[in-house]
C-alpha cells in the first residue's frame, strides 16, 4: 500500500523533532544556558530565531528543550495509555464487582482537583522525571479508562466476543485479541490527543513550580517564560508554541495514519 | 523660637534639607511637625481637578480568601482598597516627607522617648460617628499588644504606654526613636472606630471613600464619602478597584480603557507600552529590593569568604538590563539606597568581578559540591531568570551555583528563612532604621539572612536614638559596610515602580513609598473629561 | 424496578460514599501539604507571637481530625461554615460563583459540543479528502496552543485590533444576560477552541470505526446517501465513546478552566478554590472540592446511562 502523502509529512516532521532531540548536544548553536544575546531579539543571522526573556538563544532552547518535552510526554501518555486501556478493558470484560470498583476508584481520583494532587504528590515526594512521569501518566489514566470501557463495553455485547467466551478462551486471549483490534480506532485518536495534552500538562507544572529543572525548560515552558511579549508579537514566545503545534500536527498525522491502516486490517474497506 | 531651629528653617528654605530630616530634626527639637510642615508647603497645583464620573484602578495580587481586616493585609491589592476607605494618622509622600491625616500635629519630648499626636477635630467616620483619640489608642493597642493578630505586630515593640486624653494622644517609649512618626505610616494602621475590636472586617473608616460592594479578589466598589474632611482628595463620584492578575489582561484592560490606573507594568513591556497615544507610564524609584539571600549561620555559607565569592559573581548590571529592563539601579549588598534618608552615596558600588569571586571561592576552601540557590516563580517577578542569570555568571568564575526550582505554593513558609540560601524581595521602609530592626538586627523576627554582630546591633540602637543627623549618617554608612562585607544579603537590584495611567487621569504624583502613589491614588486623581 | 433506574439508583448511592471518601482524600491532602492558614495569611510579615494569636482564634490548634469532624458533622446538616481567611460565608460565595462557572461553561458547551460532532461527522463523511484534512488541521493548531496563548491571541485581535470585547470579563449581580453574555465573549471563544477537537476527533474515529460493519454496508447498498447512513445508522452506535469524551470535556468546562479564569479575571470556583488551597483554608476547600466532585460523578453517571441506552444490545442484557 502506498502511504498517503499526509502521513509520510507526518512522519519525517516526528522523526526530525526526534532526531533533534536525541543529538541537541551536537547541533545547537549555543549551550543551554548561555544568555549571548540582548532581551527578546528579533530573529537574525546570529540568533535564527531570535532570543528570549534574558537573552538566550530559542533555536537552542527549543532544541534542548525537545529532549525533556519529547521524552516526558511520550512515557507518561504511554504510561497513561497502558494503564488506562488495561483496565479499562478489564472492567468491561470482567464486569461485576471489578468493574464497580476499578470505576468508583477513577472516579474518585478523577474527582479530586489535580491541582492538589499534584502539589501534594511532588511536595512529599522528591522531584524528579521518574515521580513527574508517573504522576502525569497516572493522573491521565484515568481519563483513557473511561473512554477504553466504554468503548470495551460495547465491544463485548458483540456475537464474536460472545462465541470467543463459550469457547472457553481466557479473559487475556479476549482482551488482547478480540477486544484491542475493534477498540484501536478511538484508542489511536485518543493517543494523539493525550500526547498533546502531555505536553501542555509539563507546562502547567512547570508554572507552579513543580515541573523540569532549569536551565531546562519544556516548550510549554518556554512559552510561559516569554508570554508576556506574546501581545507585542515577539517571537520569543510563538516559537515555542508554534514548535508544539507543529509536534502535535505530526504525531496527529502518523496516528491518522496508523487508524486508517488499523481499520483496513480489520478487513474493512478503508484501504 | 531658638537659634537652632531659625538656622534649621532657613536651611530648609533654601532647599539644602529634605522635609524629612526636617521633620526628624524639629521633631527632636520639640517643635510640632505640622508647624515644620507649613513651612515646606508643596507648590500649588499645576492643573485644576475635575470632580465627578467613576475612576477605576486594576491591581495585581488579589485574592478571593482577601479579608477587609488591615490587620490581615499582606498584599498588593487589600492594601489598595484598604487605603482607600482608611486613613492612617500620618501619610509617607513625596521626597518620603510625612503628611498629616488624622494626626494634625505631632510633637515629642526632647529625647525622643515622649510622642504626642494632636486629633484632627470632626472626622466622621462613614458611619456617621466621631472619630476620637480613644479609638487611635484602640487602634494601635488592637494591632500591637500581645494578643495581637496583625501584621504590624512588630513594628512599634518599643511603647510602653499609650494614652488619650482630649484630642492628645501620647505614647511613651522606653527609648528614644527619632523616626517614629513614620511608623504611624504604616498600611496596618487605618484608624477604625473603637480600634476595629468589635468588627475588624466592617471596612469602615475615615477615608475619602466608602465601601459599597466587596466581593475579594474581584472587585472593591466605592462612592464618596460626603462629609470627608480634606477637600484635596476624593474628585471622582465613585471610584473602583477591580483584581486582575494576568499581567496580559491588565496591561490590555489599560489600554482598552477598562481601567484608569494600572499597578505593577511588567518593566519589559512598558517601553512597548508607552507607544500608546491613550497610556503614560509613570515610574519612580523607591526602596524596594530583590535579593538572594544567604544564612549566615548555615553551613557553607558561614564562610565569609563563600559569602564573598557570591557577592562578586553576580552580574548587577545585567540584572538591571534584562530582569528589570532598566527600570531600576544596582545594589551594593546592603538594602539602603538613595531613597531613604541619611544614605551615604560615597559607598563604593561592587561589580561582577569574576577573578576575584574566583579567589575568594578558593579561599574558602569549598569542596566544590554544587551550591543551591532555591527559587519560585513568585519570590519575585523574574526571580527564575535572575537566578539562572546569576547561575551563569557564577559558573564562569568556577562556582558550583545550581538553580533549583521551588513550587509558588508554600515559599513563604517552607523555603524563605529556612533554606540557606534563597531568592526573596524587600518593599523597603520609609527609614533606614526600620528596614535594619526589620531584618538585620540579630534577635529580629525577620532576619532571614541569619545576621549575627553585636556590634551592628549596638550601632543600630544608638543611631536610633541619635539626634545629630551628621553623628547618626556616620553610623549607619559604619552598618552599612558592615552588612556589604561580612552580610548574608545579595541585594543585586532595586526595582522601580512601573505604574500606567490613561492620560486622561490628572492629579498623579510620583510616590515611590507604595504601589500606586502609596495607595493613594484614587483619593488623589480625577478624570479629566 | 426497570433495570436502568436500578442501576441509577445504586450508582447515586455509591456516589455518595465516594463524595464523603473524596472529602476525607481531601482533608488528608490539605493537611500533608506544608504551612498553615495562620501562616499563610500573614505571610512575610507574621511575627512568632501573631502568629500564635491567630492560630488561636482560628481554632487551628485542636487536633486536625477533630477540626475534621466536626466539619463534617455540620456539613452534613447543610452548614458550610465561614471562610477561615475572611470569615465570609462559605455556601453564599459558592452558590454565587458557581452560577458563574456553569454561565460560562454552558455558554462553552453549548456552542462547542453540537459544533465538534457536526465537524466530527462532516470530517468522516469526507474521510480523507480536504475537508476532513481541513477540519483536523485547524482544530489540532488550536488545541496545541496552551490554554494562555489562544486567550492572550484573543485578547490581542478582539480587544486591541478590534475592539469588539473588553479584556476583563468579570461579571457581577445586577447585570442583565446580555451584559453578561457581552462579559464572557472572550472567555467563551477560548474554551471552545480548546475542547473542540477533543470532541471533534473522537466523533470521526468512532463513526469510522462502526462504519466497517457489515450494516453499514447493508444500509449504503440501500441507497442511502453517506450523510443518512452515518446520521441514522453509524452515529446511534457510536455515541458510547462520544459521549463518555463530551463528558470529560464538560467536566473540564465546569473544574478545570481556572488558567482562562485568572486570564479573564472571571470570577468563578476554580480561582475561588485555587485561592484557598493556596491560604489551606480547609472548610472552602472541601466544600469546593466535593461540589466539583459531585459534577464529576454526576455527569460520568449520565454518560454510562446514555451509554447504555443507546445500546440495544446493553439495554437488553442476556
Keep these: ?271 | 523660637m531658638s537659634t537652632e531651629l531659625n538656622q534649621i528653617l532657613a536651611q530648609a528654605a533654601k532647599g539644602k534639607m529634605n522635609r524629612r530630616d526636617f521633620v526628624g530634626r524639629a521633631g527632636a527639637l520639640g517643635v510640632s511637625a505640622a508647624l515644620a510642615g507649613a513651612v515646606l508647603t508643596n507648590p500649588a497645583r499645576a492643573a485644576e481637578p475635575v470632580r465627578g464620573g467613576v475612576l477605576r484602578a486594576g491591581v495585581a495580587g488579589g485574592q478571593s480568601t482577601d479579608s477587609l481586616d488591615p490587620a490581615l493585609a499582606a498584599s498588593d491589592s487589600p492594601f489598595m482598597i484598604n487605603s482607600t476607605w482608611g486613613e492612617t494618622l500620618v501619610d509617607v509622600e513625596l521626597n518620603g516627607t510625612l503628611g498629616m491625616r488624622v494626626a494634625e500635629e505631632i510633637s515629642s519630648s526632647a529625647d525622643a522617648t515622649q510622642w504626642m499626636f494632636k486629633i484632627r477635630q470632626g472626622v466622621e467616620y462613614h458611619n456617621g460617628a466621631t472619630l476620637t483619640a480613644q479609638d487611635v489608642v484602640a487602634t494601635l493597642r488592637r494591632h500591637t499588644d500581645d494578643a495581637s493578630q496583625s501584621g504590624a505586630q512588630g513594628i512599634v515593640k518599643g511603647i510602653t504606654d499609650m494614652k488619650a486624653a482630649g484630642d492628645m494622644v501620647t505614647l511613651t517609649l522606653n527609648a528614644g526613636n527619632a523616626d517614629l512618626p513614620f511608623l504611624m505610616a504604616d498600611y496596618h494602621l487605618m484608624i477604625q472606630p473603637g480600634g476595629g475590636v468589635d468588627n475588624p472586617q466592617a471596612g469602615i473608616g475615615s477615608g475619602a471613600y466608602k465601601i459599597v460592594s466587596n466581593e475579594p479578589g474581584v472587585r472593591a466598589a466605592f462612592e464618596k464619602h460626603a462629609n470627608y474632611w480634606d477637600a484635596n482628595r476624593g474628585f471622582a463620584d465613585q471610584v473602583e478597584i477591580l483584581s486582575i492578575n494576568d499581567n496580559t489582561a491588565r496591561t490590555a484592560a489599560l489600554q482598552a480603557g477598562q481601567i484608569h490606573l494600572m499597578a505593577s507594568v511588567d518593566p519589559k513591556i512598558a517601553e512597548l507600552l508607552a507607544g500608546n497615544a491613550d497610556v503614560v507610564i509613570e515610574r519612580s524609584s523607591g526602596p524596594g529590593h530583590y535579593v538572594f539571600i544567604m544564612q549566615c549561620t548555615q553551613k557553607p555559607f558561614d564562610n565569609n569568604d563563600l559569602r564573598m565569592a557570591l557577592k562578586l559573581a553576580v552580574n548587577r548590571q545585567e540584572l538591571v538590563d534584562k530582569i528589570l529592563g532598566g527600570m531600576g539601579s544596582r545594589g551594593n549588598d546592603f538594602p539602603i539606597n538613595a531613597a531613604y534618608p541619611l544614605f551615604d552615596d560615597s559607598i563604593a558600588q561592587r561589580e561582577y568581578d569574576a577573578a576575584a569571586a574566583a579567589e575568594f571561592y578558593q579561599k574558602s576552601g569549598h569542596d566544590g559540591s554544587p551550591l543551591l540557590l532555591q527559587v519560585a516563580p513568585g519570590a519575585f517577578p523574574g526571580a527564575v531568570e535572575a537566578a539562572q542569570l546569576f547561575q551563569a555568571s557564577a559558573n564562569a568564575a568556577g562556582i558550583p551555583l545550581q538553580v533549583k526550582l521551588e513550587p509558588d505554593d508554600g515559599y513563604w513558609s517552607n523555603v524563605w528563612n529556612v533554606a540557606p540560601f534563597c531568592a526573596s524581595y524587600w518593599g523597603g521602609r520609609p527609614v533606614q532604621d526600620q528596614m535594619y530592626s526589620t531584618a538585620y538586627l540579630s534577635t529580629a523576627d525577620w532576619n532571614d539572612t541569619k545576621f549575627i554582630d553585636p556590634h551592628f546591633d549596638d550601632l543600630m540602637i544608638r543611631a536610633r536614638g541619635e539626634l545629630d543627623q551628621v553623628k547618626r549618617k556616620a553610623m549607619y554608612s559604619e552598618m552599612a559596610h558592615i552588612l556589604r562585607d561580612t552580610g548574608g544579603l545579595i541585594c543585586p537590584m532595586f526595582n522601580d515602580w512601573v505604574e500606567g495611567r490613561r492620560a486622561e487621569v490628572g492629579g498623579w504624583i510620583p510616590n515611590p513609598a507604595g504601589s500606586l502613589m502609596n495607595g493613594k491614588a484614587l483619593s488623589m486623581c480625577w478624570l479629566n473629561a | 424496578m426497570h433495570p436502568i433506574l436500578k442501576l441509577v439508583v445504586q450508582r447515586v448511592a455509591l456516589g455518595l460514599l465516594l463524595l464523603l471518601a473524596v472529602s476525607f482524600v481531601l482533608f488528608l491532602g490539605v493537611e500533608m501539604l506544608p504551612g498553615d492558614t495562620a501562616q499563610a495569611i500573614l505571610g512575610q510579615r507574621a511575627t512568632p507571637v501573631a502568629l500564635a494569636n491567630l492560630r488561636e482564634a482560628l481554632g487551628l490548634n485542636e487536633p486536625a481530625l477533630t477540626r475534621y469532624l466536626k466539619w463534617l458533622f455540620h456539613a452534613l446538616q447543610g452548614d458550610l461554615g465561614v471562610a477561615l481567611t475572611n470569615g465570609k460565608d462559605i455556601a453564599q460565595a459558592i452558590g454565587q460563583r458557581f452560577g458563574n462557572t456553569l454561565f460560562l461553561a454552558t455558554s462553552a458547551g453549548v456552542i462547542a459540543v453540537p459544533l465538534a460532532i457536526m465537524l466530527g461527522l462532516i470530517a468522516a463523511r469526507y474521510n480523507g479528502r480536504w475537508p476532513d484534512k481541513l477540519i483536523s488541521g485547524v482544530t489540532l493548531a488550536t488545541i496545541s496552543l496552551p490554554e494562555f496563548v489562544a486567550a492572550y491571541f484573543m485578547i490581542f485581535l478582539l480587544t486591541q485590533v478590534v475592539p469588539l470585547f473588553q479584556p476583563v470579563a468579570m461579571v457581577f449581580p445586577g447585570m442583565s444576560f446580555w451584559q453578561k453574555l457581552h462579559a464572557v465573549a472572550l472567555p467563551v471563544i477560548v474554551l471552545v477552541m480548546v475542547v473542540l477537537a477533543h470532541m471533534m476527533r473522537m466523533t470521526r474515529a468512532a463513526i469510522l470505526n462502526v462504519m466497517q460493519s457489515a450494516y453499514i454496508e447493508t444500509a449504503e447498498l440501500k441507497g442511502l446517501t453517506p450523510m443518512q447512513v452515518i446520521w441514522r445508522h453509524a452515529l446511534p452506535n457510536a455515541v458510547a465513546p462520544i459521549i463518555s469524551v463530551v463528558v470529560i470535556n464538560l467536566a473540564y468546562l465546569v473544574v478545570g478552566v481556572v488558567v482562562v479564569e485568572v486570564v479573564f479575571s472571571y470570577n468563578a470556583l476554580g480561582q475561588y478554590l485555587v485561592d484557598h488551597v493556596a491560604k489551606r483554608d480547609l472548610p472552602v476547600v472541601q466544600a469546593v472540592g466535593i461540589l466539583f466532585a459531585a459534577v464529576y460523578i454526576g455527569l460520568n453517571i449520565l454518560a454510562d446511562v446514555i451509554g447504555i441506552v443507546a445500546n440495544p444490545r446493553l439495554r437488553h442484557p442476556k
Aim: proline share 4%; no cysteine.
Design chain 1, 1 to 271: 500500500m502506498k502511504m498517503p502523502l499526509s502521513a509520510l509529512i507526518g512522519i519525517v516532521a516526528t522523526s526530525a523533532f526526534v532526531l533533534a532531540a536525541i543529538f541537541a548536544q551536537w547541533i545547537a548553536p549555543y549551550p543551554i544556558d548561555a544568555a549571548a544575546g540582548k532581551v527578546w531579539e528579533a530573529p537574525s543571522e546570529q540568533f535564527w530565531l531570535g532570543t528570549d526573556t534574558i537573552g538566550r538563544d530559542i533555536l537552542s532552547r527549543l532544541i534542548y528543550g525537545g529532549q525533556i518535552t519529547i521524552f516526558v510526554a511520550l512515557a507518561s501518555s504511554l504510561l497513561s495509555f497502558s494503564l488506562g486501556a488495561f483496565f479499562g478493558f478489564m472492567a468491561a470484560v470482567r464486569g461485576g464487582w471489578v468493574d464497580l470498583f476499578l470505576s468508583r476508584l477513577v472516579d474518585l481520583m478523577m474527582a479530586v482537583p489535580a491541582l492538589i494532587v499534584a502539589l501534594v504528590v511532588l511536595s512529599v515526594l522528591p522531584l524528579n522525571l521518574l515521580v513527574l512521569i508517573l504522576l502525569m501518566g497516572i493522573l491521565d489514566s484515568t481519563r483513557v479508562f473511561r473512554l477504553s470501557r466504554a468503548v470495551a463495553t460495547d465491544i463485548t455485547v458483540m456475537d464474536y466476543v460472545e462465541a470467543a467466551r463459550l469457547r472457553g478462551e481466557r479473559q487475556g486471549w479476549i482482551i488482547f485479541r478480540e477486544i484491542l483490534p475493534n477498540a484501536l480506532s478511538p484508542l489511536v485518536a485518543e493517543f494523539g490527543l493525550r500526547f498533546i495534552f502531555a505536553v501542555l500538562f509539563i507546562s502547567t507544572l512547570s508554572f507552579l513550580g513543580l515541573g523540569i529543572q532549569p536551565p531546562l525548560s519544556d516548550w510549554g515552558g518556554m512559552v510561559r517564560e516569554n508570554k508576556d511579549g506574546l501581545v507585542y508579537g515577539k517571537a520569543a514566545a510563538m516559537m515555542p508554541a508554534a514548535a508544539i503545534a507543529v509536534l502535535a500536527i505530526s504525531v496527529n498525522l502518523v496516528a491518522d495514519w496508523v487508524l486508517s491502516r488499523t481499520a483496513s486490517l480489520k478487513g474493512g474497506r478503508g484501504g
